[in-house]
């Protein structure tokens, strides 16, 4: 994608931050303009345009799946947070990551952290180090659908060789 | 409605307020790095229901900028924290710092 | 009788909130180890904050403010992951050695 093409999407997406902090007041639109286009320019030459797109088709497919399996989460946690004798087995677990880097790695991390029973601690290489509440669970396809589910929303297909 | 937004105001204060108490025990640092966290949603949560139950706008943008600064307060941790014990030693020849 | 409903929903909601809130702050108490307060903390708590803001949508003046309270939930959300993320491996990096668990764990899970 062409760096004026990021340009103008960033300034957009940034004037429509600007009008809903501001409330949608009116009077200031045109400066929040102005300063939305000097914002994304100097975001350019801070975060160079990366080469991984969110699909804005796939957008909805993945919050369906994220607040899905968020609420999940919390229900699982609480479930074992209320029963007497705290069901919990908790420890470490390395998985393999086949997501590129950047972006859609911190995507996956920071989903992971908020999905059942998982939590990420350390990228490492082409590993992801987490902390499970329950070892006991099937944490690897979990943490494999989600991957699958990043690349879904990033319209990038997984092979299992495919690294970095 | 008022009225509940201002008693579901109060719970939220008072579960904060429980969760500062406990986070104020620790015992290590990280622990009470979870401070942070607490006020990054608790805090938020309170400050958004207060926003609209005293009409006042503006509570929102505290709500924002608190949300922003839960991350930096921890990424200020951890980059102080790493550093001291990274200075210390070697990382895996510390013996951890937990005093409990 | 809509504006029962509504109010209803709306009362359900806050006070589901208010219980994941409650809980959350329980798991502080509860658990033991530093981790798996981050874990209670992180996912209850925005369960909690989830519930609190679907609330207050269906109370929004305007579509600019509901798109504001939107953004700072996700805000929200992601500073809480993020801070979790960074405050696990602050104390995974102060963990004594740990020699390989994990690698035999992973054996054993594999």
Partial sequence: MSRWVTLVLRALLLWLVWWALTDGDATGLLFGGIVSLLVSSLSLVLFPPSPHIIRVHALPG???FFLSHSLLAAVDVSRRLLSPSLPVT????RAPLSLPEGVPRWLLANTLSLLPGTLSVTLDGDEIELHCLDLTQPVRQEVEQTQRCVAKLFGLTLNPEERG | MTLVLHLVALFLLLTLMLGVVRIWHGPTA??????????????????????????????????????????????????????????????????GHDDD | MIDGLIFGLQILLLVSGCFFFALGTLGL?????????????????????????????????????????????????????????????????HEPSLPDPLREREHKDG
């Fill in chain 1, 90 to 93: 908790p420890g470490y677990l």
């Fill in chain 2, 30 to 95: 990280a622990d009470r790095m979870l401070a942070s966290q607490l006020f990054g949603t608790t805090g938020v949560a309170l400050l958004l229901v207060l926003a609209e139950a005293q009409q006042i706008p503006s509570l929102r943008d505290v709500a924002l900028i608190l949300a922003v600064l839960a991350v930096f307060s921890a990424a200020a941790f951890v980059t102080r924290v790493v550093r001291i014990e990274g200075e210390k030693t070697d990382r895996h020849a510390v013996k």
């Fill in chain 1, 62 to 64: 993945f919050a369906l």
């Fill in chain 3, 29 to 93: 108490f509860r658990f033991n180890d530093t981790l798996c307060r981050i874990h209670a903390l992180t996912k209850i708590d925005n369960l909690g904050l989830g519930l609190v803001i679907l609330a207050l949508l269906t109370m929004t003046p305007s579509v600019a403010s509901g798109l504001k309270t939107l953004l700072i939930w996700w805000v929200a959300l992601a500073a809480s992951a993020t801070s979790a993320h960074l405050v696990a491996r602050a104390v995974r990096i």
